[in-house]
């Protein structure tokens, strides 16, 4: 058979015909894209005539599209859809595509026809497209000797190894994690849905008759807030918080040790004290020292919220409170000091009203853009659905595809990826993928959201619209290729749409009778928006913190004993609670050590969250949810990518630099 990847799609948007790609078309693209990628730059790089922008960095930008076409949709199911045979082609493949950046830009040759280029007359977008290429020749070690470089690109494959091997230990550890309990009493308290979930779970994974708990990726289990039993909250939330850390097949302790001191060596390769300055100085964060700042100003204000909070559900339980009571008399104080019962909200939240009525209807509110069902398009998994995306005058936009329900060959977690990127010079359109890890309800069940789920959904659907909307020349600029510390931004500033009344009315009606939630539920909910700040806030600056942690260190500080090592990092850093475990703890902590991108990154969920504040402000200033802020958002920020500094694309939209003082009143930490 013809392997389909080895031309551009014929479907629309250049959505890649799935049905008729094997497991073995992935590899043999892959091989090829590599093989070609090669050629193309070494034809740059033999080209007599003096470099150019147009032979050399159009050039570049022209090349390594079968390479590009194999590797987003193989990863798409690597995160999303990863059979057995999948997986092993990821060990395989991961480390070759790592070598291949390093053969790319350790190009000398390659190097000197950048730095030659003259780009005097240049368009702006031209001017930064030299400017980031010689950025990430020099940040991938061009400076470097021989022997250095030698030793970077090993350094380099054996961190890509590893990671991959942490991020698939990490996934088998949260199935076999999972809380399987024998009686539906052990389960008091949950809806009768979540039940029925958890019966099913059971059914399919060989447990005919029992009750299945099945894991999200974070620390806190959204059932602990529901479930009556509390040592089935105790014996869920041990399983939980032990993954990967546990002694056995799946532990990953080692692997993060040996990934720190690879992290700390490569640093010291490349000049920079710490692996924490080295990703530092890719984003928008203007050092090191200013992220610290912000998070030790941050940390003492939210544990004091956190321990007032501990205190008013200590009394309220009656006993000394223990981490799985957290979430279970958190919720009861919702019930009974602002009157909102989350589990009775769901009904009011139907996964497909939600995004027809909610999400989408947000979106055409603010930028005239329509969506369109393809029911005959597939995507990877049954699961999948895909929508056509029109502007407002009808001409196509992209495609959205909608993944939403867990299962055992997917990741945790949520995310945002592309299939195809906009880019003028090469005539593409956006195709994205939201991915979500909702349970799936038993055939002919609504899929009812929690509150969280809800805000996910929102989130997610933020990047979407950063990948569709992008407008720019070159596909290295396109759309969510911006600095870590800036792609959560957009996503944030869609959650404010959750509560928004036009939006709310229009999707949050029970799925049986078609009621309105009532009025005075939306009050209390907000009323009720900073009881738990305190928690949630320290949770997350402990994954925060903890991540910098690791990736201060250096070769010779990379500690024995990791989980000593995770307690004193947190303690020193103020935010060792008892009852509150950082988000991610290291044993499963996947967004930095499992090639996500987020390594000495993950502070940018607030740092990104203060420009959010800012523009959440701004949209109230200036009328909410209209067609004029809409569009000035979409022109201004939405749509440039990383075409220009993404900080000018805040200040174009706000007219001046962001403060910190909107995050820390959202947060109650003034």
Same mark, same amino acid.
């Given at each position: 058979?013809?392997?389909?990847?080895?031309?551009?799609?014929?479907?629309p948007?250049?959505?890649?015909?799935?049905?008729?790609?094997?497991?073995?078309h992935?590899?043999?693209a892959?091989?090829?894209?590599?093989?070609?990628?090669?050629?193309?730059?070494q034809?740059?790089?033999?080209?007599?005539?003096?470099?150019?922008?147009?032979?050399?960095?159009?050039?570049?930008?022209?090349?390594?599209?079968?390479?590009?076409?194999?590797?987003?949709?193989?990863?798409?199911?690597?995160?999303?859809?990863?059979?057995?045979?999948?997986?092993?082609?990821?060990?395989?493949?991961?480390?070759?595509?790592?070598a291949?950046?390093d053969?790319?830009?350790?190009?000398?040759a390659?190097?000197?026809?950048?730095?030659?280029?003259?780009t005097t007359?240049?368009?702006?977008?031209?001017v930064?497209?030299?400017?980031?290429?010689l950025?990430?020749?020099?940040?991938?070690?061009?400076?470097?000797?021989?022997?250095?470089?030698?030793?970077?690109?090993?350094?380099?494959?054996?961190?890509?190894?590893?990671?991959?091997?942490?991020?698939?230990?990490?996934?088998?550890?949260?199935?076999?994690?999972?809380?399987?309990?024998?009686?539906?009493?052990d389960?008091?308290g949950?809806?009768?849905?979540?039940?029925?979930?958890?019966?099913?779970a059971?059914?399919?994974?060989?447990?005919?008759?029992?009750?299945?708990?099945?894991?999200?990726?974070?620390?806190?289990?959204?059932?602990?807030?529901?479930?009556?039993?509390?040592?089935?909250?105790?014996?869920?939330?041990e399983?939980?918080?032990?993954?990967?850390?546990?002694?056995?097949?799946?532990?990953?302790?080692?692997?993060?040790?040996?990934?720190?001191?690879?992290?700390?060596?490569?640093?010291?390769?490349?000049?920079?004290?710490?692996?924490?300055?080295?990703?530092?100085?890719?984003?928008?964060?203007?050092?090191?020292?200013?992220?610290?700042?912000?998070?030790?100003?941050?940390?003492?204000?939210?544990?004091?919220?956190?321990?007032?909070?501990?205190?008013?559900?200590?009394?309220?339980?009656?006993?000394?409170?223990?981490?799985w009571?957290?979430?279970?008399?958190s919720?009861?104080?919702?019930?009974?000091?602002?009157?909102?019962?989350e589990?009775?909200?769901?009904?009011?939240?139907?996964? /497909?009203?939600?995004?027809?009525d909610?999400?989408?209807?947000?979106?055409?509110?603010?930028?005239g853009i329509?969506?369109?069902?393809?029911?005959?398009?597939?995507?990877y998994?049954?699961?999948?659905?895909v929508?056509?995306?029109?502007?407002?005058?009808g001409?196509?936009?992209?495609?959205?595809?909608?993944d939403?329900?867990?299962?055992?060959?997917?990741?945790?977690?949520?995310?945002?990826n592309?299939?195809?990127?906009?880019?003028?010079?090469?005539?593409?359109q956006?195709?994205?993928?939201?991915?979500?890890?909702?349970?799936?309800?038993?055939?002919?069940?609504?899929?009812?959201?929690?509150? /969280?789920?809800?805000?996910?959904?929102?989130?997610?659907?933020?990047?979407?619209?950063?990948?569709?909307?992008?407008?720019?020349?070159y596909?290295?600029?396109?759309?969510?290729?911006?600095?870590?510390?800036?792609?959560e931004?957009p996503?944030?500033?869609?959650?404010?749409w959750?509560?928004?009344?036009?939006?709310?009315?229009?999707?949050?009606?029970?799925?049986?009778?078609?009621?309105?939630?009532?009025?005075?539920?939306?009050d209390?909910?907000?009323?009720?928006?900073?009881?738990?700040?305190?928690?949630?806030?320290t949770?997350?600056?402990?994954?925060?913190?903890?991540?910098?942690?690791?990736?201060?260190?250096?070769?010779?500080?990379?500690?024995?004993?990791?989980?000593?090592?995770?307690?004193?990092?947190?303690?020193?850093?103020?935010?060792?609670?008892?009852?509150?475990?950082p988000?991610?703890?290291?044993g499963?902590?996947?967004?930095?050590?499992?090639?996500?991108?987020?390594?000495?990154?993950?502070?940018?969920?607030?740092?990104?969250?203060v420009?959010?504040a800012?523009?959440?402000d701004?949209?109230?200033?200036?009328?909410g949810?209209?067609?004029?802020?809409?569009?000035?958002?979409?022109?201004?920020?939405?749509?440039?990518?990383n075409?220009r500094?993404?900080?000018?694309?805040?200040?174009?939209?706000?007219?001046r630099?962001?403060?910190?003082?909107?995050?820390?009143?959202?947060?109650?930490?003034e």
């Open positions: 058979m013809t392997n389909p990847l080895l031309s551009p799609s014929p479907l948007f250049r959505l890649p015909p799935f049905a008729g790609i094997s497991e073995q992935y590899a043999e892959v091989h090829a894209g590599l093989a070609g990628h090669l050629a193309e730059i034809a740059i790089v033999d080209n007599p005539e003096p470099a150019t922008f147009a032979n050399t960095a159009v050039a570049m930008e022209q090349a390594g599209r079968l390479l590009e076409r194999a590797a987003a949709s193989f990863f798409t199911l690597v995160s999303a859809d990863a059979s057995d045979a999948i997986r092993g082609l990821e060990t395989e493949l991961t480390p070759l595509i790592t291949h950046q053969e790319v830009y350790l190009n000398r390659l190097f000197d026809r950048f730095a030659a280029i003259d007359g240049l368009e702006p977008e031209g930064r497209l030299v400017e980031e290429y950025k990430e020749f020099r940040q991938s070690g061009i400076q470097l000797d021989g022997p250095d470089q030698e030793r970077l690109k090993a350094v380099n494959a054996e961190l890509s190894r590893l990671g991959t091997e942490f991020g698939q230990r990490v996934k088998e550890a949260m199935k076999s994690a999972a809380l399987l309990l024998d009686s539906a009493e389960l008091t949950m809806p009768a849905d979540d039940i029925a979930g958890a019966a099913e059971a059914r399919a994974a060989g447990h005919e008759g029992k009750f299945l708990l099945t894991l999200i990726q974070p620390s806190n289990q959204p059932a602990m807030a529901v479930l009556e039993n509390r040592d089935v909250r105790r014996r869920l939330f399983s939980s918080i032990g993954r990967g850390s546990d002694g056995g097949s799946l532990d990953v302790l080692e692997l993060v040790r040996s990934m720190a001191g690879l992290r700390a060596e490569k640093a010291r390769l490349l000049g920079f004290a710490n692996y924490a300055e080295l990703v530092v100085d890719r984003q928008t964060a203007p050092d090191f020292e200013a992220v610290q700042a912000m998070l030790n100003r941050l940390a003492p204000a939210a544990v004091r919220n956190a321990d007032a909070e501990a205190a008013a559900l200590a009394d309220l339980a009656g006993h000394p409170l223990e981490a009571d957290w979430a279970f008399y919720a009861k104080v919702r019930r009974e000091k602002y009157a909102v019962d589990q009775a909200l769901r009904p009011y939240f139907e996964l /497909d009203r939600v995004l027809k909610g999400v989408f209807h947000a979106a055409t509110s603010l930028f329509t969506f369109h069902e393809r029911a005959e398009l597939e995507g998994h049954p699961d999948v659905r929508w056509e995306v029109r502007n407002e005058e001409s196509p936009l992209g495609l959205f595809l909608g939403y329900y867990a299962r055992e060959s997917k990741r945790g977690g949520a995310w945002m592309s299939l195809v990127e906009q880019s003028g010079l090469l005539g593409t956006a195709v994205v993928i939201n991915n979500l890890n909702i349970s799936k309800p038993p055939t002919g069940e609504p899929t009812l959201l929690t509150l /969280d789920e809800l805000r996910t959904t929102f989130h997610e659907f933020g990047h979407a619209l950063h990948g569709l909307f992008s407008n720019v020349t596909p290295r600029f396109s759309g969510t290729g911006v600095s870590r510390d800036f792609v931004y996503s944030q500033v869609n959650e404010m959750i509560l928004w009344p036009e939006v709310l009315a229009n999707y949050a009606r029970h799925h049986a009778t078609g009621e309105p939630l009532p009025q005075e539920v939306v209390r909910l907000n009323e009720s928006r900073l009881w738990g700040e305190g928690f949630a806030t949770e997350y600056l402990g994954a925060a913190l903890l991540d910098l942690a690791w990736h201060v260190l250096d070769e010779t500080g990379i500690p024995d004993d990791v989980l000593a090592f995770e307690a004193k990092s947190l303690a020193s850093a103020g935010v060792a609670h008892a009852l509150i475990p988000r991610y703890r290291t499963y902590f996947q967004h930095i050590f499992a090639g996500a991108g987020y390594a000495a990154g993950y502070y940018s969920y607030i740092w990104s969250e420009l959010d800012e523009t959440v701004w949209f109230t200033e200036n009328g949810m209209t067609r004029a802020n809409g569009e000035r958002f979409r022109q201004e920020l939405l749509s440039r990518g075409s500094d993404p900080l000018e694309s805040f200040r174009t939209l706000r007219g630099d962001a403060q910190l003082e909107p995050l820390l009143k959202r947060r109650g930490l």
